[in-house]
């Protein structure tokens, strides 16, 4: 079975500028999550999608971050403008149903670094 | 407020050794707790979770968790490590639905590094 994919895997952006993430969930899983993983820090979750509508974005930080998940599959999240503090790694990861448990499966995440 | 808590940044073992990663919880009402594991370069894996029931959990891999309620505690537990098993081990725990927000808090991490 195909896994969680992400694209880029690296990405180097000054301050100020603007960045997009993709993501292609497990075929079939209607959840889909974006999380932000500081170095030293556990992932947080930034939004969680049920096929293509927003179940939960309290930890977004919506004056800049913003998130989409278009026919319920494929999603991107944006960052506009980029701060340092950005600087992480953003998992996408998917699961089969929501609000029971963790996305089970995640994919292998997109190191951003903001200069 | 629901937290994690992973006491040990890091935690070194013998090959051949049993190994315990640390974790306490705190979150109101009944836990839903999770183990993930993350090798270099690849993304989080699931490894086991405790949702109810029996209080060990078998999981991937030869690991297994007990969930303690009086102390709070879902340590990761394997009899034997192998050098394969050094990784950065994540707890995680959230409430059932219905109990209120079910974002799910992930602790800091401990990395095991398990010696030849």
């Known amino acids: 079975e195909a896994g969680v994919a992400q694209s880029p895997r690296y990405k180097i952006i000054e301050k100020r500028q603007s960045v997009a993430f993709w993501c292609n969930p497990i075929s079939g899983h209607a959840t889909l999550y974006w999380y932000q993983q500081i170095l030293g820090q556990g992932p947080k979750l930034l939004i969680q999608?049920?096929?293509?509508?927003?179940?939960?974005d309290s930890q977004l930080p919506k004056d800049r971050f913003s998130a989409e998940r278009l026919k319920g599959v494929d999603s991107t999240l944006k960052i506009q403008p980029a701060k340092l503090e950005d600087s992480a790694v953003y998992l996408c990861?998917?699961?089969?149903?929501?609000?029971?448990?963790?996305?089970?499966?995640f994919g292998q995440g997109t190191r951003l670094t903001v200069v | 407020a629901q937290s994690v808590a992973q006491p040990e940044d890091q935690v070194n073992v013998a090959e051949g050794n049993p190994l315990t990663v640390k974790c306490t919880y705190s979150v109101s009402g009944n836990p839903y707790l999770f183990w993930y594991v993350q090798y270099p370069n690849r993304g989080l894996q699931f490894l086991l979770k405790?949702?109810?029931?029996?209080?060990l959990v078998k999981g991937s891999y030869g690991f297994e968790a007990e969930f303690n309620k009086s102390q709070t505690s879902f340590h990761l537990k394997k009899p034997s490590a192998l050098v394969s098993d050094s990784a950065l081990y994540f707890c995680?725990?959230?409430?059932?639905?219905?109990?209120?927000?079910?974002?799910?808090?992930f602790g800091r991490g401990t990395s095991l590094i398990v010696h030849p």
């Open positions: 999608f049920q096929n293509n509508g927003v179940v939960d």
């Open positions: 995680a725990v959230r409430v059932p639905p219905g109990e209120g927000s079910y974002i799910p808090t």
């Open positions: 405790y949702i109810t029931g029996d209080n």
């Open positions: 990861a998917s699961s089969l149903e929501a609000g029971h448990e963790l996305g089970a499966f």
